[in-house]
Structures are given as C-alpha cells and as structure tokens.
C-alpha cells in the first residue's frame, strides 16, 4: 500500500514536472505569439472597458481568446523569421477595429460598421468635425503592436528565431493552438442563447452583439452584415415576405378620422429641416436671453409636439428624411440613401403627386452629399435644388458645410415664387445646414452671452466686485447654442420673407428637427452642474450636484415637431410620445394622404403612442427602454410596469426593426405588389 502510495507520489511530481518543463518550453519558444495573444485580447476588453463597461464578462473574452487564437494559429505555417511580420500585421488591423471603434463609440454611442466605408466620402465632407472626435484614449491601443515590435526586437538579438521549433513541432503547435481555441469556444458557446444568436444575425443591436460576442467577433460578423446589399436580397426573401405579410395582417396602416382629417388637404406645404435643432434649445435661455425666440413663437402659435423623437441611424440627416418621408425605419446596415437608393417606397412628394402637387426639395451642400441626387429623385421630388447646381454661392457666404442658412432661405424664397406663380399646389422641403457640427465660424458674430456674472465681495478690499466667466464660452455645447440661435433667426427672417411675398396665404408650415446635435454628455453635466465660484463643474459630493445622466441624455435627444399656419393658429401642445415616423400618418391624414405601409401612427387617433429606435431601445409615455443593457427607466412614477408590458414593447420593436429593414433589403414594396398584380392577372 505504502510502496503504491509512493509510487502515485512520484508519478503525480513527475507529471507536473514535465508539465511546468512543458509550459516553460513553451513560453520560451513562443514568446511572440503569447505577447500577439494578450496584447490583442488587452485591447478588446479596453474597448469594452472604454463603451460598454462590461469588461469583467467572461463570455466576450472567451470569444476574443478563440478570434485571437484562430487568426494567431496561422503564424505557424510560416518561417519563423516571417511569423512576425504576420502577426504583427494582424496586430495592426485588431488595433485599428479597436482605435476606430472607441472614437466612433465616443461620438456616435454605437460601434462602427464597414458599411459605413460606403458612405465614407459624406463622412469626409463633415470636414474638420472629425477633429472634435477623437480623444487620447482612442489611441491607447496602439501599444499592443508597439508591445509586439519590441518584444520582437529583443527576441531578435537572442537566438530566439534561430533556436524555434521544426517544422514538424509548429505542426504540432498549430494543432495545439487550435484545440485551445476550440476548447474556448466550447466554453463561450455554452452561455449563448437563441436571442444573442438571433442579435448576432440581425445586428442592430450593436452594442449587446460587443458585450456579448466581443470585439472581433462584432466587426467579423459586421463584415459579412456588410455584404448583406449585395448578397442578402438573393437569400431570405421568402421568410422575409412571409413576416411582412403577417406583419401588416396584426397590425394594418389604418386611415384615420379625427377633428384633423383634411383639414389642410389641397395647402401647400412647406417643411423645414432644421438640422441639429434639439428641443430644450426652446426652453433655454442665456443670460435671459431665450436661444430660439422665432420657434417659440411658432411653437406656441401652432400644433406642438414637444415630446418628438428623431429616430435616425447612421445616416443621420439622411436617415431622418427617410422616415418623414416614408414612415419606415432606417436600414439596419448601411443607410438606405446610399445603399437602398433603388427600392421602392410609398412617400410622401409621391402620394401628393397623386393629388397633382408639384413637389421639390431644397439644400445648399453639394447635390451629391447623402446620395440626395439620385435619392431624392426616388422619394418622388420633382426637382432638388442645391449647392452644385442652382444656388449663387458667394465666398462670405459660406459657413461650414455650405451657403449660409439666411442666404439659402432668401434665395430659396425667389425660386419658390416661381414654383407658386406655375403651379396650383405644391410641397417643398428646405433642408437646413449651419447648425451642423462643429457649430463653429459664428463665435465673433452672434448677441449671444454665453459668459456668467455674478457679483462677489473681495476678501481683501471688502468692495462688491462683477466677476465674469466664460462658462459656454468656448465650449461645443456654447457653440451650439450661438449657431442654433442663428438658425432660429434664418427661420424667422424665412417666414417673414415668404409672408412679404404672399406665400403664407394658403400654405402649412412643418418644422422639424432632424436628430439631436451628438454633443457629449460630459458637456450636459458641467452646463448642468456649473459652479461659477470655481468655473467648472460641482463636487460630486455636493448637495447640489445632479448628474446628467445616461437616461437624461438619451431624453434629451428630443427635437422639436411643428405645424404652423399663419392664419389659423391652433396654440396647442401635444404632449403625447411621438417620432419621426408618426409624422407620415399624422400630417398625411391632415393632407388626406394615406400610406399602406406606414410604421407609425396618427398621433391623434392613438390611445397610448410608442416610439422605436433603429437599435430596438423604444420609449412611450410611461417609460424609456434600453433593450442593449436591457434597463429602463420610469418616466410617470405614478404608473406600475410590469414586465409584460416589456416585453409587448421589446417584441413589438423587433418586429418593426426587422419588417422594416425587410422592406428595404428585400425591396418587398414593390415585389409585393408585383405579385398581387400578377394574382389579379394584371
Ligand atoms: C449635409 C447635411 C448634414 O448635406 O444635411 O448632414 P448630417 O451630417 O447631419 O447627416
Ligand atoms: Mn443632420
């Protein structure tokens, strides 16, 4: 007994000796893959560090461990003086995923897409707002190749490359590599369940596909998301059809009839784009002095919805157009001005043609920006005035991207002269730019005090003394206001402009926002949580102290929707949830205009309202929902939610997100149509 007892003894040391032998050898001869391994895996879980904070989880590290050591295994087929150049090469591609995720993170509160290099050029054009984004922090992850290179460089001046394996061991190495891997990925696959495969295939839930599936898993998987334009529309069109059947069968785009059926049918129209405008831009003043008196004042005189959500994508400007116009989501990859230009829709310009409107957009940017040329030709516009072709463009003109807002508004109002004196209705839509990021170039010109003052006494001389800060000054948020304020005076000079002209006599005015200006929410605290005495932000300990915070912000996002007409003022506020895509069937039904396809709703013929985010985070009256962390928050304290009332919401997002994007992808529109045509035998 005893002499087995030993026998074990000495067979367990051995093992473990040969083992720690083993694992030396091993650390000694593949030091630069092992330096490769964590380094890449630092980064990913930084980046996660950095956005989504969920960097202690197990399962996106698994998953990062299996990417990382699938792509590393195959340094091993090279010579070992060229596995550096190899890994070093991927290095510097799992760092740049890294470096351009955490600045777009930092900007846009998403990860990045590869379908965005399509729209790339529109990026370039945003010019030196590029500037503003990128913060020391993107850059961190450089040091794992700059890790890499001088672990290389040490390894070179031993016989480390001159003493590594045979071929036959990196054979065998490789094998080893890969047995790792998938003993990892067996492990990460036993914590996924049918939704995050769901999330995975869909995609639009960007951030839980990155706390989930990790960083390289995300962009691999985006790549592919990415060829979905091309390759999609040839796969999945059958179920797709299915669901969006099914989809209208539950919940049918009904006409609606309410105290506002028609009642603008046969108006012109004319809609501002105000772009950036947020809505507590209305409810703020400085130094007494209110930011947007012309759109209070609108606001105020007109129909007011002041609790309207913007729901744009990556397309921004684009995406918000998109969804006024059609009452569809945007795309779930990609933006459908620059990839899905060429399906089809039911839109507005198109549906008052029918009713022989003459419809026309207006924007002074270059025609091409967006893909608007073409795209808006497609949403059914007879004709897109802009930069490159119809507007006079004087060098002092211009302010940021293009023609100065007044200048656009006064020389849009003379061709709109034309187009009245031709034509007996029309709708025209004027899209807005320089109250575009980076809100800069009006800082030496505008009213605006953005300073604080205040009056102290002096300790030493005990006189009162007027004490100046510059608080907004100097500040992207300071900056927003003075260029917002200058829109809001280009709205007020446009409208006198066209009532001088006599074009306000029969004609609605629709204001909207486009989406919220992306200024950080670091901003918000401190214009929020200023403390004068110091110049900067309060003490967290401070009773005073009140956090922005990541819910306030998304709140926040809110723009400003308007229905104005000079002559009958209606001065009513609508405090009922809405977004951009109600707006189709709201003003539609106005117009008496109707489409079948419409996501949203008539505001006023809805009991309870709810508004879904390309992303699937939704909101309505009672509560704010964030389906990536799966949190929300309660927006009546009075009201008790319960979790079937989440659910019907998260479900009901989905199938929106999904019908939606199937719309477009699959082109279901028309191919629908199609063959209902073909069943009539037409
Ligand atoms: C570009 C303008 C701004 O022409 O509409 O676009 P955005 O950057 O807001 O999408
Ligand atoms: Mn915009």
């Given amino acids: 007994m005893k002499t087995k007892l030993i026998k074990a003894y000495h067979q367990t040391a051995g093992f473990l000796k040969r083992f720690a032998k083993g694992t030396k050898n091993y650390f000694k001869h593949n030091a630069l893959f092992i330096t490769f391994v964590i380094t890449t895996l630092i980064e990913g879980s930084l980046l996660r560090f950095f956005t989504v904070k969920n960097f202690t989880a197990i399962s996106p590290v698994l998953a990062d461990f299996a990417v990382?050591?699938?792509?590393?295994?195959?340094?091993?087929?090279?010579?070992?003086?060229?596995?550096?150049?190899?890994?070093?090469?991927w290095s510097i591609i799992f760092t740049l995923v890294c470096v351009i995720n955490s600045a777009y993170y930092t900007n846009y509160v998403s990860f990045t897409s590869f379908s965005l290099l399509a729209t790339s050029l529109q990026i370039l054009g945003v010019g030196d707002a590029l500037n503003t984004i990128v913060e020391v922090k993107d850059f961190s992850y450089i040091l794992g190749p700059v890790i890499l290179i001088l672990v290389h460089l040490k390894l070179k001046n031993t016989s480390y490359y001159d003493s590594v394996t045979t071929k036959k061991k990196a054979k065998v190495t490789f094998f080893r590599v890969l047995l790792t891997c998938a003993i990892a990925l067996g492990f990460f696959m036993s914590t996924v369940t049918g939704t995050d495969i769901s999330r995975l295939y869909k995609q639009w839930n960007r951030e839980y596909v990155v706390m989930k599936f990790g960083t390289y898993v995300y962009q691999a998987n985006d790549l592919i998301a990415s060829?979905?334009?091309?390759?999609?529309?040839?796969?999945?069109?059958?179920?797709?059809?299915?669901?969006?059947?099914?989809?209208?069968?539950?919940?049918?785009?009904?006409?609606?009839?309410?105290?506002?059926?028609?009642?603008?049918?046969?108006?012109?129209?004319?809609?501002?784009?105000?772009?950036?405008?947020?809505?507590?831009?209305?409810?703020?003043?400085?130094?007494g002095q209110a930011i947007t008196p012309n759109l209070n004042r609108l606001a105020e005189e007109g129909l007011y919805f002041s609790n309207f959500y913007a729901q744009e994508s990556v397309g921004t400007s684009s995406d918000s157009e998109f969804t006024f116009n059609t009452s569809l989501l945007p795309a779930s990859n990609g933006t459908v001005f620059v990839s899905y230009w060429d399906r089809e829709y039911v839109t507005t310009p198109k549906l008052l043609k029918e009713q022989n409107y003459y419809t026309f957009s207006m924007h002074a940017n270059k025609g091409n920006f967006w893909n608007r040329e073409v795209m808006h030709k497609q949403l059914g516009y007879d004709k897109f005035y802009n930069y490159t072709n119809d507007y006079d463009i004087k060098d002092e003109d211009i302010i940021g991207l293009g023609l100065n807002d007044k200048s656009f508004f006064a020389q849009s109002t003379e061709k709109i002269k034309e187009i009245d004196a031709k034509n007996e209705n029309w709708y025209g839509v004027l899209i807005m730019l320089t109250n575009h990021t980076p809100f800069t170039g009006l800082e030496d010109t505008t009213d605006l005090d953005l300073t604080y003052k205040y009056t102290r006494t002096n300790e030493?001389?005990?006189?009162?003394?007027?004490?100046?800060?510059?608080y907004l000054k100097d500040t992207t948020l300071g900056n927003y206001f003075t260029t917002a304020h200058y829109a809001d005076e280009a709205i007020g000079e446009f409208i006198n402009e066209l009532d001088a002209a006599g074009l306000l006599d029969d004609t609605i005015v629709v204001i909207y926002g486009d989406h919220d200006a992306k200024i950080k929410r670091s901003e918000y605290n401190r214009y929020y949580n200023y403390d004068p005495e110091t110049d900067s932000i309060l003490d967290e300990d401070d009773p005073n102290y009140d956090e922005f915070t990541k819910y306030d912000y998304e709140l926040n996002r809110k723009v400003p929707f308007i229905i104005w007409t000079k002559d009958e003022q209606e001065r009513k506020e609508i405090t009922k949830v809405m977004g951009m895509y109600d707006v189709l069937p709201t003003l539609g039904n106005m117009l008496g205009i109707h489409s079948p396809y419409a996501l949203g709703h008539d505001i006023f013929s809805t009991d309870e309202n709810f508004v879904v985010f390309p992303n699937g985070n939704w909101v309505t009256d009672k509560m704010y929902y964030d389906s990536q962390s799966e949190e929300g928050i309660l927006l009546d304290e009075d009201t008790a939610i319960s979790t079937d009332y989440i659910e019907k919401y998260t479900k009901r997002a989905e199938e929106e997100v999904t019908v939606s994007n199937d719309i477009i992808v699959h082109d279901l529109i028309k191919k629908t149509t199609e063959s209902e045509e073909v069943i009539k035998g037409e």
């Fill in 68 to 89: 990382i050591l699938l792509v590393g295994s195959f340094a091993y087929f090279f010579k070992p003086k060229n596995r550096f150049k190899y890994l070093l090469t």
């Fill in 227 to 287: 060829l979905k334009p091309q390759i999609s529309p040839l796969f999945g069109y059958d179920t797709a059809a299915k669901e969006f059947r099914e989809y209208y069968e539950k919940y049918p785009s009904e006409t609606s009839n309410n105290e506002y059926t028609n009642k603008y049918k046969g108006k012109n129209v004319i809609v501002i784009h105000a772009e950036s405008i947020q809505n507590f831009l209305l409810d703020t003043e400085i130094n």
């Fill in 460 to 470: 030493e001389t005990g006189e009162t003394e007027e004490v100046i800060n510059n």
